[in-house]
C-alpha cells in the first residue's frame, strides 16, 4: 500500500472512531432519566459560636451516578424557617477528594461569617449530572440515610450543659463519691457549687466531685448543684435519700420512639392513679437493628419531674427527654429509634406512647410494666398480627430486656388463616436470632431477619400476608412491642402478648 494509501485509511479510522464515540456518549447518556444518589454525608463541627470570628464547617458526602456522571455538587446552610437571603445562609460547591465523577467522596468547606444570625440552620444537598438530572436532598432525605441536617449557630457565651444524676440513696456512715458531669460548649473552665447536701458530703468546687461520709441521720434531702462559667450558671435538682427506704414505685418501657425528624413529634402520657406523688425519672436506650450497637445513652437516671396524686403529664421526647441530655437533634442513629425506661416513684401508674406527624400516626399504644419481681423463666411473647404481603410493608418486633442478664433469641412463625384455611407452623426448627444483651433493646425485621433465613419466598401473600410470631427469649420480663407500617400508613403498633 502506497503512503498516501495508508494516510487515507489512518483518517478513516481516526473519523469512524470519533463518530463512534461520539454516538456511544450519545446513546448512554439518553439512557440516564435518573438523578445523583446521595449514599452518606456527615459534616462538622455541628455548633459553632460565631460572636469573635468566622466558623469553618467541612461537609464529607459519598455521591453515585452510574451513567452520565456528577456534573455539579453544591451544599447550602440556611436558617431554618427563612428564605434564603445572603446573611442567612452560606453556599459552596463541591471538591471530589477521592473516586470519580460516577461515584466519589466528595468535600465541601463553607463559611459561617462572624455576627450571622443565630439558631438552627438547615442543610440541603443539590446535585445535578451531565444530562441535567437533578437533586435536591433535605431534611427528610437525609434522615432516610441516618445523616445530620441540623447546624446549631449560637453568639456570645454559651451556658454550661450539667448532667442530673438523679435521685441518690444511702445509709447512715456511707462513704460518698459523686462526681457530677458538666461541660462547657465554649471551652471554658468550671467551677462548682451545691446547696442542700446532706451532712458530711461536700463539693469540689473545681472537681465537681461530691464525697465525704455520712452521719447518723434519716432524711430526704434536696440537693441543688450548679457549674458556672464565671458569667453563667447552669443547675440542677435532685432528691438525696438518706437511711429512708424508696417508695415502691411503677416501671414502665417505652418500646418504640423516635426522633429522627424535626416533623414528628413523640410522646409519653402517665397518670398517676394513686393518692400519692412520685418523681419520674428516666433512662434512653439505643433500639439497633441486629447486627448494631445497644448502649445506653444516660449515664445516670434523668429526672423529668413529680407526678401528683391523680393526675397526669405529657412527656415530650425532644424537648424533656433528649434536649436536656445533650443528644443532637433530630436523632438520625438506628433510623431514630429509642427504648425508654421510665421509673415513677408511685404505684398504680400507666401510660401510653405515641409517635405522630401533623398527617400520620406511626404508633399510639400503651406501655408495659416491668415487674418488680424476677422470674427463672424464659419470656415468651406472641405477635400476634404481621405482614410481609408487599414489597412496601414493613413489619417489625421492637424487644426490650429489663434483666441484668442477656437471652438468646429464637422466634416460630405460624400462619394466620381465615375461618376454614390451613393452620400450619413454617419453621421446621425453632430460628435463632442471636442474644439479646442485658438492659438493652433490639429491631427485629420480619423480611430480612426471619422470613429470608427461613426460605421462605417474600413478599409473603399467603392468607393475606399475615403471620403469627412466638418469640422465646431466655431471660426474665422481657417485653416487646410489634408494629406494621408503610411509608404514609401505620397498620397496627400494639404490645406483644406476654405468654409466660
Not at 438518706?242 to 418500646?255: D, F, P, Q, Y
Request: include cysteine; charge should be negative.
Amino acid at each position: 500500500m502506497s503512503l498516501k494509501g495508508s494516510r487515507n485509511l489512518h483518517k478513516e479510522t481516526s473519523l469512524a472512531l470519533f463518530f463512534y464515540l461520539v454516538l456511544g456518549s450519545s446513546l448512554l447518556f439518553g439512557q440516564d432519566g435518573s438523578p445523583p444518589v446521595l449514599v452518606s454525608l456527615d459534616f462538622s463541627p455541628k455548633l459553632v459560636n460565631v460572636s469573635d470570628s468566622d466558623q469553618t464547617v467541612t461537609t464529607d458526602l459519598r455521591i453515585t451516578d452510574n451513567l452520565s456522571g456528577v456534573n455539579q455538587l453544591s451544599v447550602l446552610f440556611k436558617k431554618s424557617g427563612t428564605q434564603t437571603a445572603v446573611s442567612d445562609s452560606v453556599t459552596a460547591a463541591a471538591s471530589l477528594i477521592s473516586g470519580d465523577f460516577q461515584d466519589g467522596i466528595y468535600r465541601v468547606q463553607v463559611t459561617v461569617r462572624r455576627f450571622s444570625p443565630t439558631g438552627n440552620w438547615i442543610l440541603i444537598i443539590t446535585a445535578t449530572d451531565s444530562v441535567g438530572n437533578a437533586l435536591v436532598c433535605d431534611a427528610t432525605c437525609l434522615a432516610a440515610i441516618n445523616a445530620p441536617s441540623t447546624l446549631v449557630v449560637t453568639a456570645g457565651n454559651s451556658p454550661p450543659v450539667v448532667t442530673n444524676p438523679g435521685t441518690q440513696s444511702n445509709g447512715n456512715g456511707d462513704s460518698v463519691s459523686l462526681q457530677i458531669q458538666a461541660s462547657d460548649p465554649d471551652g471554658d473552665t468550671l467551677t462548682y457549687s451545691a446547696i442542700g447536701l446532706p451532712p458530711g458530703l461536700s463539693i469540689g468546687s473545681n472537681s465537681g466531685l461530691i464525697s465525704g461520709t455520712l452521719g447518723l441521720n434519716s432524711e430526704t434531702y434536696a440537693v441543688f448543684v450548679s457549674a458556672s462559667d464565671g458569667s453563667i450558671s447552669t443547675s440542677v435538682n435532685f432528691q438525696w435519700l438518706v437511711n429512708v427506704a424508696e417508695a415502691s414505685g411503677t416501671v414502665l418501657v417505652a418500646n418504640f420512639m423516635n426522633g429522627n425528624n424535626e416533623s414528628l413529634n413523640s410522646r409519653v402520657y402517665l397518670w398517676n392513679t394513686s393518692e400519692s406523688s412520685g418523681n419520674v425519672s428516666v433512662r434512653v436506650f439505643t433500639l439497633p437493628i441486629r447486627g448494631g450497637t445497644p448502649q445506653e445513652l444516660t449515664n445516670t437516671p434523668l429526672d423529668i419531674r413529680t407526678l401528683r396524686a391523680k393526675s397526669a403529664v405529657n412527656i415530650k421526647l425532644a424537648e424533656d427527654i433528649l434536649a436536656p441530655l445533650g443528644i443532637v437533634l433530630p436523632y438520625t442513629t438506628d433510623g431514630g429509634n429509642l427504648t425508654l425506661e421510665f421509673t415513677i416513684g408511685a404505684t398504680g401508674v400507666g401510660g401510653s406512647a405515641q409517635v405522630f406527624s401533623s398527617s400520620l400516626a406511626l404508633g399510639t399504644y400503651p406501655l408495659q410494666e416491668i415487674p418488680s419481681t424476677a422470674s427463672v423463666n424464659p419470656t415468651v411473647l406472641a405477635a400476634h398480627f404481621m405482614n410481609g404481603n408487599n414489597a412496601s410493608l414493613n413489619s417489625r418486633v421492637y424487644l426490650w430486656n429489663p434483666s441484668a442478664s442477656a437471652g438468646n433469641i429464637t422466634v416460630r412463625v405460624f400462619t394466620l388463616p381465615l375461618s376454614g384455611g390451613s393452620n400450619q407452623e413454617l419453621t421446621p426448627a425453632p430460628l435463632s436470632l442471636g442474644a439479646l444483651a442485658a438492659k438493652s433493646a433490639l429491631n427485629v425485621k420480619l423480611i430480612e431477619d426471619i422470613l429470608i433465613p427461613l426460605g421462605i419466598p417474600t413478599p409473603y401473600t399467603t392468607d393475606g400476608g399475615n403471620l403469627t410470631l412466638e418469640f422465646t427469649i431466655t431471660a426474665e420480663n422481657v417485653r416487646g412491642i410489634a408494629q406494621v407500617f408503610s411509608s404514609d400508613l401505620a397498620f397496627g403498633t400494639y404490645p406483644m402478648q406476654v405468654i409466660q
